[in-house]
């Protein structure tokens, strides 16, 4: 394997964004994987917003249930190993 990336595009939890998910061999572990989830998250209209604040409000808001949902995809990718 060298490496494999998928996205999820369609979202419930937002209207712009996308979850992108890479699996590949591991640089530390001989036979081990690494996996990677960048959850992306976007403002709908960012020419509306000035400075961060919208944004690090809609980071801190979300930052639990990312982190929940990257949890149980890495567990869905490890039932699959």
Do not use: C, F, W
């Not at 690090?56 to 808001?61: F, R, S």
Request: proline share 4%.
């Amino acid at each position: 394997m060298k490496s494999l990336t998928m996205a999820i595009k369609k979202l419930d939890d937002r209207e712009k964004g996308i979850i992108n998910i890479t699996v590949e061999p591991s640089p530390l572990v001989k036979v081990g994987i690494y996996v990677n989830i960048n959850d992306h998250y976007e403002l709908s209209n960012p020419d509306e917003h000035i400075g961060s604040d919208k944004i690090i409000d809609l980071l801190i808001n979300r930052y639990d249930e990312s982190l929940k949902r990257s949890e149980e995809i890495i567990d869905q990718i490890m039932e699959l190993v």
